[in-house]
């Protein structure tokens, strides 16, 4: 069982910065695909940023320019840094952990909330 937990969450004003960090347990091997998503109150859960061990990162639109997402592939940490924070970040950001066929899985971590004042 794969154990992710989030850590950096908080509140900032606007044009701030802050980084999540997630670190997965349970697993010795690299996890092929690791990521962040987010849910803001009354909408659905997003897509911010995914990274492979390997190739192209993918992020959301609205975050391109502003968020970067690392990983330590031996530690099979993740991390988010987020810089020029708008009050549309405020949201719960959940750390995201896959791997594909033949042998699937993914896993979620209980998320850390996001607050951007205006």
């Known amino acids: 069982q794969v154990r992710l937990v989030e850590s950096g969450g908080g509140e900032v004003q606007a044009g701030g910065s802050l980084r999540l960090s997630c670190a997965a347990s349970?697993?010795?091997?690299?996890?092929?695909?690791m990521g962040w998503y987010r849910q803001a109150p009354g909408k659905q859960r997003e897509l911010v940023a995914l990274?492979?061990?390997?190739?192209?990162?993918n992020y959301a639109d609205s975050v391109k320019g502003r968020f970067t997402i690392s990983r330590d592939n031996a530690k099979n940490t993740v991390y988010l840094q987020m810089n020029s924070l708008k009050p549309e970040d405020t949201a719960v950001y959940y750390c995201?952990?896959?791997?594909?066929?033949?042998?699937?899985?993914?896993?979620w971590g209980q998320g850390t909330q996001v607050t951007v004042s205006s």
């Open positions: 349970g697993i010795i091997v690299s996890i092929p695909m």
């Open positions: 995201y952990a896959k791997r594909g066929p033949p042998i699937e899985w993914n896993y």
């Open positions: 990274m492979p061990t390997s190739g192209s990162t």
